[in-house]
């Protein structure tokens, strides 16, 4: 799209899961599964030339299931909106007139350099996202969560509106009971809506030994959906692979196994093909999610999965921050739900779990405490506990869940595949937005559920244990418990750290050695880290 009209504005990469119809003095482009958009396409098209009502048609669109993201352009509007968890991003460049709109900064540069900005790139090596609007780049911006945005063509200040929210002030105040029941409503329409959409096609779904995937399993199974595949990844002898390799043989459902070792995970990261998808997956915004984009291009290149553009992807992202999984930890202490708090326990909070790639200056837990605080507001209450839990996963669904976790789909539609996102649809989204604090902690009432609901009998009274080591890997546990009584918790602790490049997730430090690893295991938190440089990197050069 090298040559484009003078009206035209949208500027857009047309794959990867997007597509596009232009016409005379319009542009519709759309990736996922939006509603009807027939109402918005005439309103923007209205012969008055009048500022549509944003918050009027975005109130058809919140009620829209499922994952999207449009772009839509008219003769005198560009109007563009993602859905309720970006699952798709949208860029923009701020300028003189309209700006430039895209699912790509890269496409919004050839006018103008694009420009790294410092303190994003500093946030980015911190976090692995850029949160709120900004992108890396200077005067790029992006669609937060739910957000939609219109640029009128007389260059009037645009207008945004953020259609939906997951703060709310909504509390669902009922017994265990009737929110078990409500809950199992919102799954059954969702799968129920997923199997007549899927009509018969191949579905494949990325199965572990937890709770999510093994939902999404269950629930399509008992249904009676016939064509499911499951495939499972990462080192050999992994205790989320062999809890999944049971779950998939006791329901009869195909399993395969694609082992991350050595050379060839190292190949990969090191080729060509893998800095493409990053600079594709980044968007500008993000270290890419990596974790089954391997195992996807063994499975359609060894023909396993047989016809790509007719499969399906399912993952079981995120049931368990929607649940309530990620309240408690060491990052943060449990709320009483109506005693009062300073707001400043939620953004310690954010910055202990959230900002710890890499040690913090004091310049930068300032700098990154007023971003946070940009986000949730800088009011310092005091809040009531169960205030102060939705403000904190308000700020984890908006920044990281969006920012970096779904983005993980950009691994799906860089091959062509197409994906749902069910524990995401919009009628679970709604649901436990508005659960009280108390049914979170422990992922109590979800536990509940499945206990009580058990589908295909996979849930009550079965555990899969999974440990960060496996096989010969589990003598850490004593050596670190010995180094502990003898040097402290925090030797303990590092020796866990130095054994990571071993453990479960030893095919993320595999691309830089051990010697990397042994040079930086205390400065870095995680391979997320060298990940972070590594995109930086690559994106300076």
Known sequence: MSSRPAWRHVRLQARHGWQESAGQGQVLAWAGTPGNMADIVAELEAPDQSRPDLP?????????????ACILESAN?????????????????????????????YDLGDQQGLVLEETACLELATTNYVTGARTLYCDVMQLQPGEAILFRKDGTPPVRCKYTNY???????????????????????????????????????????????????????????ERLRTFSYGPSGNDDARGASRIARELGVPWTFVAYEGRAVRDYFWSEERRKYWRYASCGV????????????????????????????INGQSGDFTSGGHLLGKHLERLDP?????????????????????????????AFSRLVLEKIGTDQGPYRGQELA???????????????????????????LQWRLPLWDRELFNFWRAVPYRFKTGQSLYKAYLRQTNPCGMFRGREFPVENFHGW????????????????TGAKN?????????????????????????RDFRRLQSPLGRYAETLLAELRS
Do not use: C
């Open 390 to 416: 939705k403000l904190y996963e308000f700020w984890e669904a908006e920044e990281r869940q969006a920012k970096y976790v779904v983005n993980g789909q950009r691994s799906y539609d860089y091959i062509g």
């Open 473 to 488: 890997g589990r003598a850490i546990f004593p050596f670190a418990r010995m180094v502990g009584m003898l040097a402290g």
């Open 77 to 105: 509007h560009v109007l563009a909106f993602v859905d309720r968890i970006r699952s798709y991003p949208i860029i923009y460049r701020i300028g003189p007139g309209v700006p430039q709109v895209s699912n790509s900064p």
């Open 167 to 225: 703060l709310t002030e909504e509390l669902a105040e009922r017994t265990e009971a009737e929110l078990i029941e409500e809950h199992d409503a919102a799954v059954s329409a969702i799968f129920r809506r997923i199997v007549d959409d899927a009509a018969g096609r191949e579905i494949w779904i990325p199965l572990s030994a937890g709770l999510d995937s093994r939902l999404v399993l269950a629930k399509l199974k008992s249904l009676g959906y």
């Open 286 to 313: 993000s270290v890419p999610f990596m974790v089954d984009e391997v195992a996807l291009r063994h499975l359609v290149s060894s023909r396993q999965m047989a016809d790509p553009t007719q499969a399906i992807i």
């Open 56 to 68: 009027r048609l975005m109130r058809q669109v919140e009620a829209w299931p499922g994952h999207f």
């Open 494 to 518: 590092q020796t866990y750290r130095l054994a990571a490049y071993f453990g479960k997730y030893s095919n993320h430090y595999a691309p830089y050695g051990f010697g990397a690893h042994l």
């Open 338 to 366: 109506e005693q009062r708090y300073s707001l400043s326990v939620i953004v310690e909070g954010i910055l202990k779990k959230h900002y710890a790639q890499r040690p913090l200056s004091d310049a930068g837990r300032q």
